[in-house]
């Protein structure tokens, strides 16, 4: 059960920065200023429940395990699906590499789990 909740907290924080992430790209986007001003309040908000489930997670997970997890998922969460898929920027080999390594280390790091 413990572990079901690690991995719930831990994909709760990657899809809450993600949308934080979203909310910030349509702020930047946005020519009109109440637009801006909507989307930045979403990202803020989005960020601010990502701190919330964070916290949750470190009653369950050492913070020198649960930071580089969520951090590196958020990355490679934000970098794939956000920017690349929803977004259609354009993603170079030596980022993919990037990601890889990211996920090789979140892998190292919760070894121990």
């Known amino acids: 059960m413990k572990t079901l909740k690690i991995a719930f907290l831990i994909l709760g924080h990657s899809t809450f920065t993600s949308l934080a992430n979203i909310g910030f790209k349509l702020s930047a986007a946005s020519n009109i ?3 801006f001003l909507f989307w930045q309040v979403a990202g803020n908000l989005a960020g601010f429940a990502g701190v919330l489930v964070f916290t949750g997670l470190l009653r369950l997970v050492p913070l020198h395990v649960a ?24 993603v170079r080999a030596w980022q993919w590499v990037g990601s890889a390594l990211v996920i090789a280390g979140i892998v190292l790091i919760s070894v121990r789990l």
């Open 67 to 90: 930071y580089p997890i969520t951090q590196g998922l958020s990355v490679i969460a934000v970098q794939v699906v956000v920017a690349r898929l929803l977004f259609q920027e354009t």
């Open 33 to 35: 200023w109440s637009r």
